[in-house]
């Protein structure tokens, strides 16, 4: 732990002169992660990362599939950064997935939940059949028998849905129903 600024040199010899988010090589600059407990806290990443960190509303979603790699970083900084763009993704499925496999350490955690917490969150809630409110990572249950588009199974009435996760809308939540990540829309669901 360092609460001395790296110098650009000393980033990209750590990163080998491409983007740690990323991997592009072409017009890297230090991003500073706010924040920061005691860890170095620049990343060195590319203009196409900093710009679409920068304006959430113009982000390409396929180009944040390099978090894949980027999340297993053994830099705190990187963890950190790669941890809040799948939280900013977690309408995706993917990057909901890649959430559920990484693994943190519980202060390289706590300064990735810093940012959200600090934004705020000024977001329309997810609320279930029953008007109650539905949280990422709640168990919740089916209340009607749904044909799930795409598949050849229907949702049955009771089932348990576990480690729900919210999209962009509040009236879907997505999760996994006989191994299938589904959208269900939060009419059809009551908060178990």
């Known amino acids: 732990m360092n ?11 750590r990163c080998g002169g491409k983007c740690e988010l990323c991997g592009s090589e072409l017009e890297l600059s ?5 924040a ?28 944040w599939r390099c978090l894949n790699d980027s999340m297993w970083s053994p830099v705190p900084a990187v963890q ?7 939280k900013r ?22 300064w990735g939940d ?6 705020g969150d000024d977001t329309t ?12 990572g709640d168990t919740v249950v089916i209340i009607k028998d749904l044909n799930v588009k795409g598949t050849s199974f229907v949702a049955k009435r009771g089932t348990a849905v576990r480690n729900i996760a919210l999209t962009n809308n509040p ?10 990540r589904i959208v269900i829309l939060t009419c059809f669901v009551k908060k178990s």
Request: glycine share 6%; aromatic share 4%; proline share 2%.
């Open 3 to 13: 609460d001395r600024k790296m110098t650009e040199n000393e980033l990209l010899t």
């Open 30 to 34: 230090i991003y500073d992660l706010p």
């Open 36 to 63: 920061s407990d005691g860890y170095e806290n620049e990343i060195m990443i590319c203009e196409t990362c900093s710009s679409q960190i920068a304006a959430a509303d113009t982000m390409d979603m396929n180009h």
């Open 80 to 86: 950190v950064m790669s941890y809040r763009m799948l």
């Open 89 to 110: 993704l977690n309408g995706e499925g993917w990057a909901q997935d890649l959430l559920d496999m990484l693994y943190l350490e519980d202060d390289v955690k706590a």
């Open 114 to 119: 810093a940012e959200v917490a600090a934004t």
């Open 125 to 136: 809630p997810t609320l279930d059949s029953n008007g109650a409110v539905i949280n990422a």
């Open 171 to 180: 009236e879907h939540i997505e999760g996994r129903v006989n191994g299938t």
